[in-house]
Nanobody, 128 residues
Framework: QVHLVESGGGLVQPGDSLRLSCAPS????????MGWFRRAPGKEREFVAA???????????YLADSVKGRFSTFRDNANNAMYLQMNSLKTEDTAIYYC??????????????????WGQGTQVTVSS
């Protein structure tokens, strides 16, 4: 059963931008906490970004230090989606990016084991 659907990956050059999106396969489902993780070749999975609804209209955002100033994340209440805007991409950003979600309110969403649902992953390749 697919819970999360990701899109937006691709092949880009250093300095380019990409936007990843993640939405529940059941569009009426909304998750309190959603996150982005990535796994580069030969490396461990690492946290990238997370969001957590605090009210019907406000949410908290968390970013890994390695992407602060270049990446941003935001939620769309209309379709229960989360986005990862990636600017000034570097070759070291090359990885498979995974979306994760849970109905629980996580503190900062940095731990992958706290999530209940995962997307299939989308490949991001940054190469000249």
């Amino acid at each position: 059963q697919v819970h999360l659907v990701e899109s937006g990956g691709g092949l880009v050059q250093p300095g380019d931008s990409l936007r990843l999106s993640c939405a529940p396969s059941e569009r009426t489902v909304s998750y309190y906490s959603m996150g982005w993780f990535r796994r580069a070749p030969g490396k461990e999975r690492e946290f990238v970004a997370a969001t957590r609804w605090n009210s019907a209209s406000t949410y908290s955002k968390y970013l890994a230090d390695s992407v602060k100033g270049r990446f941003s994340t935001f939620r769309d209440n209309a379709n229960n989606a989360m986005y990862l805007q990636m600017n000034s991409l570097k070759t070291e950003d090359t990885a498979i990016y995974y979306c994760a979600a849970t109905s629980r309110r996580l503190i900062d969403g940095r731990e992958p084991q706290d999530y209940d649902y995962w997307g299939q992953g989308t490949q991001v390749t940054v190469s000249s």
